[in-house]
């Protein structure tokens, strides 16, 4: 039977007929109306109407602590190389610049792949995803070790490389698994909030142990090979979760938002390369904090452990351990942002506490140059930074109208992030060197790149209060979505049709233009690296 764009207001009396499984959430009253959008789901066979959060709370669970293990296995790996920084200069005998081309050089491929990853998530779904991503992955490790065990910074290069073609998969299918279990308002955010936090204890761990293994071994090629280790257990995590999925999805359905009736696809039957250019101007107005906040926070904590050697006059074991707790020290605060985004909203005005956290902490970087004010900008550094990613990647999901191209959707930020991380990391690099290793000028970038994300925060939050209805929603709490859920409905049908509709899809492709023209920009600071590290 062909799906129609015909929407269906059915009762939860009704939804509940079809099927005798609880909801884990008991907060939708009976008499309440849960409005249905078939063209919502026009990637699933037409099916009966399943009630609101169909796949029991156990088996929820259960999906939230498998992303979670897997989560924690790649985090390990991810924050190494930055804390190694000096360590690796001095092992591979390169420079600043030629250490930045290094870390771009996955910024590059992800880059280059990240756009194409994202509607092919979509498309097989983020179980399939994951589990592909992560061999790839630790083929990709493996060889990074066995370049620093010779010692080549080419060899390593071309590992990072592969690495990164591995991590452009499951960087984006674990959102998009995410997005498929849980509503806005209604879960995202916590469990992305808890995998988030599981993931800063594993990156904690990797970054603070690295120099320490290096050290006590004698060879610092053994911290990658740790990490080898870690990307091997990252592969059971996956295989295990990729069989619970398959079979929560043939056992209990899709779930649906209990506001819009939408049903939350873990795949879909072709590619929506439409509705991933037809995203709303609210969703760019999300990246654009995320394109300075974001690549702050990146690019500051890649240098992070060598700022705290030369700070604080200590050794490089010493400045990990510091510089581990500020990048990681937030994680019991990210559970609680999580929940309190699920149940009272406010993400714009979170957006702007960690904007104003984020400038306090990189001026007092910039101009407070002793230890102790460097110790109290790493303070606030570390609860401000902590904010950053559950905001904007439930923000994210929020603006949304279609679930089922968060993927697409998703990758879009992570391809404007990593042509700005490209950028500033080969600017930055050419400063230090310029300024003899010293971080009096790089720092004063940072603190721009937060001074803009402050900008962009308050101008969304005033707007949302006297201009914009439609950035209203991203304050609603859970009690306004699920009472606005007939208006969510309409307003998405007006930024789809008429008048409106154009008008929206033409604000989208020059959004989209704008992005390619970052990303040109990307390719070409990484290609002014990669020739000037050659000359160095």
């Known amino acids: 039977m062909a799906v129609t764009e015909k929407t269906h207001a059915v009762t939860d009396a009704e939804l509940s007929s079809s099927s005798r499984t609880p909801s884990s959430h008991g907060d939708t009253s009976p008499q309440q109306t849960v409005l249905i959008t078939a063209g919502n789901n026009n ?142 308002n209604n879960g995202f955010a916590s469990t992305l909030a808890f995998e988030l936090a599981l993931g800063k204890i594993g990156g904690f761990a990797g970054k603070s142990s690295a120099n320490i293994i290096a050290k006590n071994t004698g060879n610092f090629a053994w911290v990658f090979w740790v990490a080898v280790f870690m990307n091997l257990f990252t592969n059971f995590a996956t295989a295990g979760f990729y069989w619970f999925s398959k079979v929560a999805r043939a056992r209990f359905g899709n779930n649906v938002d209990p506001s819009t009736g939408e049903q939350l696809t873990e795949k879909n039957k072709r590619f929506e390369i439409k509705k991933a250019l037809q995203l709303p101007w609210i969703f760019w107005t999300v990246l654009a904090f995320s394109l300075f906040q974001t690549s702050a926070a990146i690019v500051f904590t890649q240098n992070a452990t060598e700022l705290a050697e030369q700070r604080f006059n200590v050794d490089s074991i010493t400045a990990g351990w510091y510089t581990s707790l500020v990048q990681y020290a937030g994680f019991f605060l990210v559970p609680c942002i999580g929940v309190f985004v699920d149940v009272l909203g406010n993400r714009l005005t979170l957006m702007t506490i960690c904007a104003i956290g984020m400038v306090a902490s990189m001026s007092l970087v910039a101009f407070a140059t002793t230890p102790s004010g460097t110790a109290a900008a790493f303070a606030i550094y570390a609860v401000a930074s902590s904010f950053g990613p559950t905001i904007i990647i439930d923000s994210i999901r929020t603006s949304m109208w279609h679930q089922s191209v968060f993927g697409s959707a998703y990758s879009l930020k992570i391809a404007m992030n990593n042509a700005t991380n490209i950028i500033v990391r080969i600017v930055t690099g050419a400063i230090q060197d310029r300024d003899h290793n010293s971080y009096a000028n790089v720092v004063i970038v940072y603190m721009a790149l937060t001074v803009a994300a402050l900008a962009v925060a308050v101008t969304l939050l005033s707007s949302s209060f006297c201009l914009s209805q439609n950035l209203r929603h991203l304050q609603w709490t859970r009690k306004q979505r699920r009472a606005e859920g007939a208006s969510w409905n309409e307003r998405r049908k007006s930024f789809e049709e008429g008048a409106q509709g154009e008008k929206n899809r033409r604000v989208s492709l020059i959004c989209l233009g704008l992005l390619g023209l970052l990303m040109g920009g990307g390719w070409a600071a990484f290609l002014w690296g990669a020739v000037n590290g050659k000359t160095e």
């Open 43 to 184: 990637d699933q066979p037409s099916q009966p109407a399943q009630p609101a959060n169909g796949i029991p709370f156990v088996w929820k669970l259960g999906a939230v602590l498998l992303v979670s293990a897997i989560r924690f296995g790649s985090s390990w790996s991810a924050g190494i190389t930055g804390a190694m920084k000096t360590t690796i200069k001095k092992e591979l005998k390169i420079n600043n610049s030629q250490f930045s081309l290094l870390e771009a050089s996955e910024d590059f491929m992800v880059l280059n792949l990240i756009l194409w990853s994202g509607l092919v998530t979509d498309r097989i779904g983020g179980a399939s995803a994951i589990m592909y991503g992560n061999i790839i992955f630790t083929i990709g490790s493996i060889l990074v070790a066995a370049a620093t065990q010779v010692r080549s910074f080419q060899f390593m290069i071309g590992g990072r490389v592969i690495l990164a073609i591995g991590d452009i998969a499951t960087q984006i299918a674990q959102y998009k698994v995410f997005s498929s279990w849980f509503p806005p």
